[in-house]
């Protein structure tokens, strides 16, 4: 059966600095993955997913992702944190219909 | 275009009431998930969807259960309810069944506290 971990369910990080998620997928097979962010009091939005293709993948907010299959790891990364960054996000595998999401990390920017 | 709605965004009920939530996804889109968030279990899935028959199902009891209609809106419903039923329910739709690579929509969920 597949899951999804991640690594920290808060990270807190300055304004300016790098924002690094981590994302890790147990599954035979390389599932579809996505990023989800949640901001309070609202649904999920999509940040970005991974298909096919090439393994880097650049979502919305200037937040990007890369898919290591070696690593079964699918870290999201923003090089500069903004204070409109702080949210819960969460990351997401689907296998064969299956989707299973991660228990989410929220992120916290300090000024 | 509009997106996803719920109604109502805020409930209240007491144990052992029933009670039914209301989705409308976005037009054109005939695929709607529901997903129950809690902080102790997160996000989990409760059901898809597509053309009116449900695909897909997770692991809640036999109290949780839904429909879809022509015109793609969806309703969930919880009968006998339980504290352990407070949660945020939230839907998702897509323009195709599964998942898989289509993008889902989430709304603004259905907040439920059960008193």
């Known amino acids: 059966a597949q899951s999804v971990t991640q690594l920290g369910s808060h990270v807190s990080v300055s304004e300016g600095a790098l924002v690094l998620l981590r994302c890790n997928y147990s599954?035979?097979?390389?599932?579809?993955l996505f990023w989800y962010v949640q901001y309070p009091n609202q649904g999920l939005q999509l940040l970005l997913k991974y298909t096919t293709g090439a393994t880097l993948v650049k979502g919305i907010n200037g937040f990007e992702a890369e898919f290591k299959k070696s690593e079964t790891s699918f870290h999201l990364t923003k090089p500069s944190a903004h204070m409109s960054d702080a949210a819960e996000y969460f990351c997401?595998?689907?296998?064969?219909?299956?989707?299973?999401f991660g228990a989410g990390t929220r992120l916290t920017v300090k000024p | 275009k509009a997106g996803v709605t719920q109604t109502p965004r805020y409930l209240i009920k007491t144990r052992g009431q029933q009670v039914t939530l209301s989705c409308s996804p976005i037009s054109g889109h005939r695929s709607v998930s529901w997903y129950q968030q809690t902080p102790g279990q997160g996000l989990q899935f409760l059901f898809e969807y597509f053309s009116e028959t449900q695909r897909n199902k997770g692991n809640f009891p036999g109290r949780f259960s839904g429909r879809q209609f022509s015109n793609s809106r969806s309703e969930m419903n919880v009968s006998t309810l339980e504290l352990g039923d407070s949660a945020l329910y939230l839907c998702a739709s897509s323009l195709a069944q599964g998942a898989r690579y289509n993008e889902q929509f989430f709304g603004p969920g259905t907040r439920l506290t059960v008193l």
């Open positions: 997401a595998v689907n296998l064969n219909n299956d989707m299973r």
């Open positions: 599954s035979s097979v390389p599932p579809y």
